[in-house]
């Protein structure tokens, strides 16, 4: 999937949002601010949308961990990545190539959700450890 915008790179590896995008951001964004916030929390509408902005924000955030995971280690087991693309249903790893072996493969495709649950065992409260 070829992204409509580029945003910028992170660790040499391309990053870029199809225009789908928009519209699951301001899905998210909208039902946070208009829906779940207002019955949770007291607040203006304006602090409910800068919330909801950011909430959409970082989830998308969490979405390009978990696909640099994947893209990582496909360039570091010699596969050639093109990119990363956020779209309507998350995100996508654009790589050039399959894996020739299976242990690749597996490699390559275990890291994102490995890297899905490190993000989510801290956004639980789990106590940070030294080191
Ligand atoms: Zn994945």
């Given at each position: 999937?070829?992204?409509?915008?580029?945003?910028?790179?992170?660790?040499?590896?391309?990053?870029?949002?199809?225009?789908?995008?928009?519209?699951?951001?301001?899905?998210?964004?909208?039902?946070?601010?208009?829906?779940?916030?207002?019955?949770?929390?007291?607040?203006?509408?304006?602090?409910?949308?800068?919330?909801g902005?950011?909430?959409?924000?970082?989830?998308?955030?969490?979405?390009?961990?978990?696909?640099?995971?994947?893209?990582?280690?496909?360039?570091?087991?010699?596969?050639?990545?093109?990119?990363?693309?956020?779209?309507?249903?998350?995100?996508?790893?654009?790589?050039?190539?399959?894996a020739?072996?299976?242990?690749?493969?597996?490699?390559?495709?275990?890291?994102?959700?490995?890297?899905?649950?490190?993000?989510?065992?801290?956004?639980?409260?789990?106590?940070?450890?030294?080191?």
């Open positions: 999937m070829r992204p409509s915008l580029r945003l910028g790179r992170i660790a040499g590896i391309e990053i870029g949002v199809h225009y789908t995008w928009l519209f699951a951001f301001a899905l998210i964004a909208w039902s946070l601010a208009e829906g779940l916030f207002p019955s949770e929390f007291r607040g203006s509408r304006a602090t409910y949308w800068a919330t902005v950011l909430a959409a924000l970082l989830l998308f955030a969490s979405v390009i961990v978990h696909e640099l995971a994947h893209s990582v280690v496909a360039r570091a087991r010699g596969m050639t990545v093109h990119g990363i693309t956020l779209f309507i249903f998350g995100g996508v790893s654009n790589l050039g190539d399959e020739k072996r299976p242990q690749d493969e597996f490699a390559v495709s275990v890291v994102g959700p490995l890297a899905s649950l490190v993000l989510g065992w801290r956004g639980m409260g789990a106590p940070a450890t030294a080191g």
